[in-house]
């Protein structure tokens, strides 16, 4: 049996993909492109390695839980959430394996053995589909189920340039904002906040309720911000915007979007974060 090792890497890297972002969907994990892209193309590697001399010592299960850590680490970084995020991609791969299952037993595909394994010979359309598949339910159906933790008091770092602050951030369940483009979760804090990140750009209350005409006047001048604009719905709100910038949190790059008034009021806290951990 022929095998070609570009096809099976560039499958393996595409499948593995999804069940990252799969993975990152459900855990509320910021799970950036770039990272998820290079997390994925190291276990197509492993996939072209599985059929070289050697393997049948690294498809043990030891080398399947190695590839597997390694890889939920370059996607999702060296923290505590990873091992939750490591669990979630292999429950979406357990969950895939039990699609192509069912596929098998519908579509009753010939058999092929190579390395002294048993294959199925689905098309790589059809295992893209069903990948594809799996990882959509999951963001729909799992979508969040990390982050019900309850709610408590954080203390969050940012950091945007030279601009540093330190902000006490609830952990609220009910805050789902999150980037549509990429799937991040997003934490809402209020203008005092964004006046310390972005010094000098004496931004108002009135500007901040007009985000689209405020993202225009800051973007040349804040470039390193990263601006955008965040969707949101709300009670009484059927459809509005939030300027957004990227900042840095500790080790990671997370999201920030201004809401037009204080988050916290007079409470004891200045930021809303969801159940996702940062």
């Known amino acids: 049996m022929t095998v070609y090792v570009d096809l099976l890497f560039g499958l393996n890297t595409a499948i593995n993909y999804l069940l990252l972002r799969g993975a990152a969907a459900v855990g509320g994990a910021p799970g950036r492109r770039g990272r998820l892209l290079g997390a994925a193309a190291v276990g197509g590697l492993y996939a072209v390695a599985t059929v070289l001399p050697l393997g049948p010592l690294l498809g043990a299960l030891p080398g399947q839980l190695a590839a597997a850590a390694l890889m939920a680490v370059l996607a999702f970084g060296w923290r505590r959430s990873t091992l939750r ?7 979406l791969s357990f969950a895939l394996s039990g699609v192509v299952l069912l596929a098998v037993q519908w579509l009753e595909p010939s058999l092929r053995f190579l390395g002294g394994r048993t294959y199925y010979a689905l098309t790589t359309p059809a295992l ?48 789902t904002l999150r980037d549509p483009v990429s799937g991040e979760a997003v934490v809402v804090t209020g203008p ?59 080790r990671r790059e997370i999201l920030v979007a201004v809401n037009p008034d204080p988050v916290g009021g007079s409470g004891p806290y200045e930021a809303l974060l969801g159940g996702a951990s940062v």
């Open 192 to 250: 005092e906040v964004l006046a310390q990140l972005l010094p000098g750009a004496a931004v108002t209350a009135a500007e901040l309720r007009d985000p689209a005409a405020l993202l225009a006047r800051l973007a040349p001048q804040f470039p390193r911000a990263k601006l955008r604009l965040i969707p949101f719905r709300a009670v009484g709100v059927e459809s509005g915007l939030l300027l957004a910038l990227r900042c840095r949190s500790g």
């Open 85 to 91: 995020q490591g669990l979630y991609f292999l429950a």
């Open 128 to 175: 893209l589909l069903l990948a594809g598949l799996s990882y959509g339910l999951a963001a729909l159906v799992l979508g969040g189920a990390g982050r019900h933790t309850g709610g408590d008091l954080v203390t969050l770092p940012l950091a945007l340039g030279e601009a540093r602050v330190t902000v006490r951030a609830l952990r609220d369940t009910g805050n």
